[in-house]
């Protein structure tokens, strides 16, 4: 079935370092995908999406690419900030149906 | 922002006591989903709806059962609280396909603790 695997966590990282959060998933044909990101005591936020293959999510300069050749839809930022501490979770969708599939989160925390 | 409000935010009661969820919506969606967030798991589905009067069972459907009766409103109910449903609860909404990339936008939870 369809399923969506990223990074163990927690990650820690000092302040304006370089962020990759690993996410891969398996689906029959072209799901769409998903990062949320989820603050302490708040619920689950869209931070970026791509519905096809060679899309770029792009959002508070956090990227992630649709890569249909490893299935991978990687999270990544150039400079994290101390504000992005949070946890992230990868997700998906069919193109058929409207279930979403989530990863188990990663837990993100920048230290000045 | 979605409009999604749940209700209670919090909420302790005792093991047996039947309990029950609110989700609220303003913004005409279709779809609505429940979810559970456990440490370690993430998040899991336990019942979502398609339509009015019409809902399926996710992974963790067991000890809980929905109604909606209208289309703004998804209620979840604990038939008779364990301790194992202590838990944060999410409510998250999404629209037909092309409506909004059919995203979910999620509630703010509810944090449940049964003694």
């Known amino acids: 079935g369809d399923s969506v695997t990223q990074m163990e966590g927690p990650v820690t990282l000092s302040e304006e370092a370089f962020l990759t959060i690993n996410c891969t998933y398996t689906a029959t044909g072209y799901p769409s995908l998903f990062w949320y990101v989820q603050y302490p005591g708040e619920g689950l936020q869209l931070l970026l999406k791509?519905?096809?293959?060679?899309d770029k999510g792009s959002n508070k300069g956090f990227e992630a690419t649709y890569r249909k050749e490893t299935t991978s839809f990687h999270l990544e930022k150039g400079s994290v900030q101390v504000s992005d501490s949070a946890v992230y979770f990868c997700?998906?969708?069919?193109?058929?149906?409207?279930?979403?599939?989530f990863g188990t989160g990663t837990s993100l925390t920048v230290i000045p | 922002d979605a409009g999604i409000t749940q209700s209670p935010r919090h909420k302790v009661t005792e093991t047996g006591t039947p309990v029950t969820l609110r989700c609220h919506q303003t913004?005409?969606?279709?779809?609505m989903y429940w979810y559970r967030q456990d440490p370690g798991h993430g998040l899991r589905l336990i019942h979502y709806s398609y339509g009015v009067k019409d809902t399926d069972k996710g992974e963790v459907s067991d000890g809980y059962s929905v109604s909606r009766s209208k289309t703004e409103d998804f209620l979840l109910t604990l038939e008779s609280a364990t301790s194992s449903q202590t838990s944060v609860y999410f409510c998250a909404i999404s629209g037909d396909r092309g409506q909004n990339g059919n995203e979910q936008f999620f509630g703010p939870g509810t944090r449940l603790t049964v003694l």
């Open positions: 913004e005409n969606h279709r779809y």
């Open positions: 997700a998906l969708t069919p193109n058929t149906g409207n279930q979403f599939y």
């Open positions: 791509a519905t096809k293959a060679d």
